[in-house]
């Protein structure tokens, strides 16, 4: 009698290992009337970001003499998700908008831009978790772009704990576990800064380095990604 074959189930829902990123591809350039656009795809999510100035602001009362100030704005597709999300700024979006400003704000300087705005739009046309940090990759490209000094490129990916385990880039599969912890992170490659760190569930001191660790490591890949595509964007305008 032939005995059947054990099978183990996969650690990750897709078969990948703790360490692997799912398969991505970015694209400056991509929204002509933009100052500044880009797009980044991981796995089934895709972001596309659009970015808009320096431009004066108005009204006037808001605006800073001293530097030019950043607004971001975080939006899903209504059918970007499986179950239709209903139009319309959420709880959800404002506090990605919040935290995408904080991520890619330590990275530009726009003291030479006063009493200006950079408007920066992110849309998720299509969401297998991970979205914030698809969001602010795109963005950090789109912000290059469109020309806007930057100390360096802001890379994003969330890292987490899946059935006792460390993993980089979860997907809604395993964003839905029991007792997945999610943990979002951005980094600045060149020098290791840590420009977004938020916590979704339980880890240990030990873990949480462990994890922040492996995002770093994640961040340096999709950096790599990031210049290739923006390099490529320069080819194009040179040949224009
Ligand atoms: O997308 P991200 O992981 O940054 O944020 P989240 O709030 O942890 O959402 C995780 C995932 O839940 C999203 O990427 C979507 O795939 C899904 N989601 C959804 O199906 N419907 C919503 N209204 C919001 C999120």
Do not use: H, W
Request: proline share 3%; aromatic share 4%.
């Amino acid at each position: 009698m032939v005995q059947a074959k054990k099978t183990e189930k996969a650690e990750r829902s897709d078969g990948r290992k703790l360490n692997e990123m799912r398969k991505m591809e970015a694209k400056v350039g991509i929204i002509k009337r933009a100052d500044g656009s880009a797009m980044f795809k991981i796995g089934t999510t895709v972001a596309l970001a659009a970015v808009y100035g320096p431009r004066e602001l108005f009204p006037g009362f808001m605006q800073n003499p001293e530097k030019g100030i950043l607004r971001c704005n975080y939006d899903m597709l209504s059918f970007s998700v499986t179950e239709r999300k209903r139009p319309g700024p959420s709880r959800r979006s404002v506090e990605i908008s919040l935290v995408t400003k904080n991520a890619l704000g330590s990275a530009i300087n726009l003291d030479q831009f006063p009493n200006t705005v950079v408007d920066v739009f992110i849309m998720i046309v299509q969401a297998d978790a991970g979205t914030r940090c698809a969001g602010i990759t795109a963005a950090s490209m789109a912000l290059a772009d469109a020309g806007i000094p930057m100390r360096d490129l802001v890379s994003a990916v969330s890292v987490g704990r899946i059935n006792g385990k460390i993993v980089i880039d979860l997907d809604k599969e395993e964003e839905d576990y029991d007792g997945t912890t999610d943990i979002p992170c951005a980094f600045m490659s060149r020098n290791n800064e840590i420009t977004l760190l938020q916590l979704d569930g339980d880890i240990s001191a030990e873990e949480l380095k462990q994890a922040v660790e492996l995002g770093k490591e994640g961040c340096k890949q999709i950096s790599e990604i990031q210049k290739k595509a923006l390099k490529e964007r320069y080819k194009e305008i040179k040949n224009e």
